[in-house]
């Protein structure tokens, strides 16, 4: 398909805006203070933290 110079497809478009709103979240979250567990959260999120499986044995 013919595509003239300087003129960038809106797939790539889109594609530059999504992976620019994911980057931004996950700043955001890599960032925010956590408030603990309170409001609307999982109910396994009250379970004591456990050693990851392949950590255990260290």
């Known amino acids: 398909m013919f595509q003239p110079k300087g003129i960038i497809p809106i797939s790539e478009i889109l594609l ?34 456990t050693k990851h499986p392949f950590e255990a044995n260290k």
Do not use: S
């Not at 408030?35 to 004591?48: M, N, Q, S, W, Y």
């Open 16 to 49: 530059i805006y999504d992976t620019q709103k994911a980057i931004q979240t996950v700043f955001d979250i890599r960032n925010a203070t956590p408030r603990g567990l309170k409001g609307d959260f999982h109910p396994l999120a009250k379970l004591p933290l």
